[in-house]
């Protein structure tokens, strides 16, 4: 009888409340989705900026897992020229740049899901307001917390020590290490791809070993050459990190684990927050994927005895010797300007430097080297430059305090690669507390919770602020020592002459209108160590050679033109914006 009941009647039960959950689930959406679209339409945007309805919140886990899946099958069924399937493509903010607002008549788009309202805007005036008082999402951020409290996944008491501690070491005695890190790295670059063959030398490998090198070298004093034999000496304490063979212990040598890591960051950080570590560690799953947690666990190795060994050279007056410079790490660890910084706290945010750091140099040297081969006009005009620039310095003078100043050439070459391919689409802010923005002389009431996007692509190709040849390629006009600008407003502006050099002769865009290293209170730190470092391998590189696109067999130049362009507009963001293929490229004597 109790097991007939148990079939007849519990069983069917059971089997109804998965059923009944998703009902449930359904049921709870609708109403959260009309909940966030009736205090959407409270914000006051009118047109083209009224509230969108989509069926799930743009950063939600599982949906950026099918991301890749959903372009081509809005494609499949022939509704890609859809405004609003549009929303859907993975980065549609790049891939749309500022159409999507052009036909919507708006600068603002306003998203409304069951879990959040997400308003993108491409307004400077909005974006200034963002960069100066709106809040950070951190918790987007949580999964580069595991090794300790850092400047990026931190906010209010805490974010504000970190980011007073973290300012320090970027002064200009450290500037002048990353200078001579980057004459280092750069010259046997140079050679290297000067004496390559015809069929072009890999941008893909070479730009980001190049700028690991300058990273270890000015952020931690460890010299890693670019293409040693073995042969080169070493100062002493370097063999341990820069030797080409894993050290006993490890599975990796310290160049490789932060190679390995910084090239699979994405999937490494996925599966360490899906999975188990006894599962990466000991389960029947991919090889990359328990590469990757040794990866982790040897990079904290790896920076934790760094971190050792520069508290011991603070301790024995090491920098204070002459020919040693110190390095970003140096400061961080002495406790004269540490400010009380834990072990923890160390290792976390030397681990923020690698990751920021790194993406952020490499991938504007690559879009800006494919975009200089691309336009050959533009190249003209920067070696003109460039050669202005360089004349009367002997190479052996080529330090930074003579030399950084004169490249105002280099800075406009990086500005507009910056302007067209931001190396981070999209910068968040969001509002934990009901608040106010002005737009269009209106006031927007903006609801708690509410997520504001910096769409960077629209934003910084915005006809209103960079005219009516917003998607072009027109590095010149960031040089103020011509009267051209962008638009009436940015034209025939005055020398600061009381500006520093290189600075002085850049043009000042709209204010708000050009965000790549963020605004504001989350400016980024490393801003100046970036230029510096870009400058410095642009003059190198340039000196005496151009460099050209590599035709394939059979292949015209505006064939090879349309191949390249296409890879760039083919660009996606995962930590970082990035091409998806190569393009070969070639360096000329001139």
């Known amino acids: 009888m109790a097991l007939r009941l148990l079939f007849d009647v519990l069983l069917p039960a059971l089997l109804c409340l998965p059923g009944l959950y998703l009902l449930h689930l359904l049921f709870t959406s609708l109403l959260d989705l009309r909940k966030n679209y009736q205090a959407a339409k409270t914000i006051g945007l009118e047109g083209g900026a009224r509230p969108i309805l989509t069926p799930v919140y743009e950063v939600n886990f599982l949906y950026k897992l099918t991301l890749p899946l ?43 899901s069951p879990l959040r309202t997400v308003l993108t805007t491409a307004n400077a005036e909005v974006a200034y307001q963002l960069g100066s008082r709106f809040e950070k999402p951190v918790h987007l951020y949580s999964r580069v917390s595991f090794m300790g409290e850092n400047v990026v996944a931190s906010e209010g008491a805490q974010w504000r020590r970190l980011r007073k501690i973290l300012q320090r070491p970027f002064n200009e005695a450290v500037m002048s290490t990353v200078w001579q890190a980057t004459l280092d790295q750069s010259i046997p670059l140079r050679k290297k791809w000067c004496d390559a063959a015809e069929e072009g030398v890999n941008v893909e490998r070479d ?40 050290t006993p212990g490890f599975h990796f040598n310290f160049g490789d684990v932060l190679a390995f890591l910084l090239s699979n960051i994405v999937t490494v950080l996925a599966t360490k927050a899906l ?29 934790q005895k760094l971190v050792d060994r520069e508290r011991r050279r603070n301790e024995t007056a090491y920098y204070q010797q002459e020919g040693h410079h110190s390095n970003l790490l140096t400061i961080l660890t002495n406790p004269e300007s540490s400010g009380g910084l834990t072990e923890d706290e160390q290792i976390a945010n030397t681990f923020i430097m690698v990751l920021a750091g790194h ?9 800006s080297l494919v975009l200089l081969a691309l336009f050959e006009d533009k190249q003209d005009w920067f070696l003109k430059e460039l050669d202005q620039a360089l004349a009367g310095i002997e190479p052996e003078d080529w330090t930074y305090d003579k030399l950084f100043p004169r490249l105002s050439c280099c800075l406009c070459i990086m500005n507009e690669a910056l302007r067209l391919f931001p190396g981070v689409p999209v910068l968040p802010k969001w509002c934990p507390t009901p608040t106010t923005l002005k737009y269009n002389q209106k006031i927007l009431h903006i609801p708690a919770g509410t997520m504001i996007n910096i769409s960077l692509p629209a934003l ?6 960079f005219g009516a040849k917003s998607y072009e390629f027109r590095p010149e006009v960031w040089d103020a020592r011509s009267s051209t600008g962008w638009t009436e407003e940015t034209s025939n502006q005055p020398i600061d002459e009381g ?22 209170r989350r400016a980024c ?29 059979g292949e015209s130049k505006d064939a090879a033109k349309a191949r390249c362009w296409r890879v760039l507009r083919g660009s996606l963001s995962l930590l970082s914006l990035q091409m998806q293929e190569q393009v070969p490229v070639k360096w000329v004597r001139r």
């Open 70 to 112: 959903h372009e081509p099958i809005i494609r499949f069924f022939g509704l890609a020229d859809s405004l609003y399937w549009q929303l859907f493509f993975m980065d549609w903010c790049f891939k749309t740049r500022h159409d999507q607002f052009k036909q919507r008549g708006t600068d603002i788009i306003t998203t409304v």
């Open 207 to 246: 730009i980001p070993r190049m700028a690991l090198g300058v990273l270890c070298g000015a952020g931690f004093g460890v010299t890693i050459p670019f293409d040693s034999d073995g042969k080169q000496e070493l100062p002493p304490g370097d063999e341990f990190f820069a030797s080409s063979t894993p």
């Open 275 to 303: 999975l188990p570590a006894w599962l990466l560690r000991h389960g029947p799953v991919p090889r990359k994927w328990k590469n990757g947690a040794k990866a982790l666990e040897e990079t904290r190795n790896y920076i």
């Open 359 to 367: 993406e952020t140099s490499a991938g504007i040297l690559r879009y």
């Open 460 to 465: 910084q190709q915005n006809p209103k602020y």
């Open 499 to 520: 500006m520093a050099l290189p600075y002085r002769y850049i043009r000042k865009p709209i204010p708000g209108s050009y965000v790549p290293f963020s605004e504001g």
């Open 525 to 553: 730190l490393g801003k100046k160590f970036a230029q510096i470092e870009f400058c410095l391998v642009l003059a190198i590189l340039f000196q005496k050679h151009r460099v050209k696109l590599v035709l394939k067999p």
